[in-house]
Structures are given as structure tokens and as C-alpha cells.
């Protein structure tokens, strides 16, 4: 059992490059959500899922992109990156109560 | 956005002490968890708290949803190397079905052996 995957792991990416991040979950889970940590900030979420086919903004999300085409995958899309989402990148997903998170995608912007 | 004030922002002690640190809240919170972040890894959860007043252990590691249901604080005793990293709670407001949670700014902490 997997669990959260992301991949990739790292990336390196210049001013204005696009990149999709992509997030696969195993446990069936309906609710799925990507977060970004900054160091002093916690988490912040940027976009969620309630279930397939669904996406809605979260506290953060301008300068990316979502989709949920498959219950188990949810894509986080940067279509123009900058500096400023220097970061590294969480996927969880969840039923009730309780997250599942991935390990993490580090992105530096240069 | 809404953040969740969490304190202390971190601790150094030494092995075998015990730690106390926790979570406040301006609105109600349904819900309260307590995650735990290793270095290079995803938050993974210690402790859920679903009732007002409930107090919870997982091994050395106690959490208590208060009264006001406004604040939560997780305690951890003996302290041993493996405790280092950052603690986050978190918590699910009242309403909606998106089962969104609100994450604090995390306690980071350092154990000395």
C-alpha cells in the first residue's frame, strides 16, 4: 500500500517554464488537496478536490492550475513559473477526518 | 488566510524533558489534529480530537481538545532524539463538506541527548 506518491521529488525550473506536479493516491480517498510550505508559514493550501471532476480554489491558488480527470490522480499545473513559488509542494488526500500527505516536491524557480 | 496560532515557533531541550506546546484559535474547530513533519517528509498524523474537553494519549504523547473548542495542546514526555521535528496542528472548522483543515505554523523542536 503506497499511500500518497508525488513525483517528481526535485525540480529546477526557469522564470516562465511550466511544469505539472502530479499526485496518485491508492485508499480510494474522495478528498484530495495540494498544499505548499514556506518556511514561518505552515501549510497553505492552493487548490482541493471534493471528489473526481471536481476542483475548487483554496487560500493560495493564483498561479496554478488543477485537474481531478481519475479519483485517484490530482495534477497541479504551474503554466508560468516565478521565484515566488519557490517552495515545496504537499499532496494529501483524505475520507473523514485525517490527512494522508506525500512526501513532498521541492521546487526551486530561478 | 485563515492560520491557526501556534506556539512556541521552537524548542531546544534536552533528551528526556518533557514538551508542552499548543493551538489557538479566533473561530470553533469540530475537529483538532496533532501531525508530525520528519526532515524531507510529508506531515504524518499523531493525534485526533473530535469532542470538547476530550483528552487523547498515543504512547508519550497526550492532546486535548479544550473546552472553548477554540484550543488544543499536545504534550509530549520523556523526550527521546526521535521526537525532533516540526509538530503542526490542525483543524476542521463547522460547516461546508469540503473537509478542508487549517493548519497552525508549526513548533519546530530539537532534542539534545
Known amino acids: 500500500n503506497a499511500g500518497v506518491t508525488q513525483t517528481p521529488k526535485f525540480r529546477v525550473l526557469k522564470t516562465g517554464q511550466s511544469m505539472t506536479l502530479l499526485c496518485a493516491q491508492d485508499?480510494?480517498?474522495?478528498?484530495m488537496y495540494w498544499y505548499r510550505q514556506d518556511p514561518g508559514m505552515g501549510l497553505r493550501l492552493i487548490h482541493y478536490?471534493?471528489?473526481?471532476?471536481?476542483?475548487a480554489k483554496g487560500e493560495v491558488p493564483d498561479g496554478y492550475n488543477v485537474s481531478r480527470l481519475k479519483k485517484q490522480n490530482f495534477l497541479l499545473g504551474l503554466e508560468s513559473a516565478a521565484p515566488s513559488q519557490t517552495s515545496v509542494y504537499f499532496c494529501?488526500?483524505?475520507?473523514?477526518?485525517?490527512?494522508?500527505f506525500g512526501s513532498g516536491t521541492r521546487l526551486t524557480v530561478v | 488566510g485563515q492560520q491557526l496560532n501556534q506556539s512556541p515557533q521552537s524548542m531546544f531541550i534536552q533528551e528526556g524533558e518533557d514538551v508542552s506546546m499548543n493551538c489557538t484559535s479566533s473561530?470553533?474547530?469540530?475537529?483538532w489534529l496533532w501531525y508530525k513533519q520528519d526532515p524531507g517528509e510529508g506531515p504524518v498524523l499523531l493525534i485526533a480530537?473530535?469532542?470538547?474537553?476530550e483528552l487523547t494519549s498515543n504512547g508519550r504523547l497526550t492532546a486535548q481538545f479544550g473546552i472553548t473548542r477554540k484550543d488544543s495542546f499536545l504534550n509530549i514526555s520523556a523526550s527521546i532524539p526521535s521526537d525532533v521535528g516540526i509538530y503542526f496542528c490542525?483543524?476542521?472548522?463547522?460547516?461546508?463538506?469540503?473537509?478542508?483543515?487549517?493548519f497552525g505554523t508549526g513548533t519546530l523542536l530539537a532534542v539534545q541527548p
Open positions: 494529501a488526500s483524505s475520507e473523514l477526518h485525517g490527512y494522508t
Open positions: 485508499m480510494n480517498h474522495e478528498y
Open positions: 478536490s471534493v471528489g473526481e471532476g471536481t476542483t
Open positions: 473561530s470553533i474547530f469540530n475537529t
Open positions: 480530537l473530535y469532542k470538547a474537553g
Open positions: 490542525a483543524g476542521h472548522g463547522y460547516g461546508g463538506a469540503t473537509n478542508k483543515l487549517i
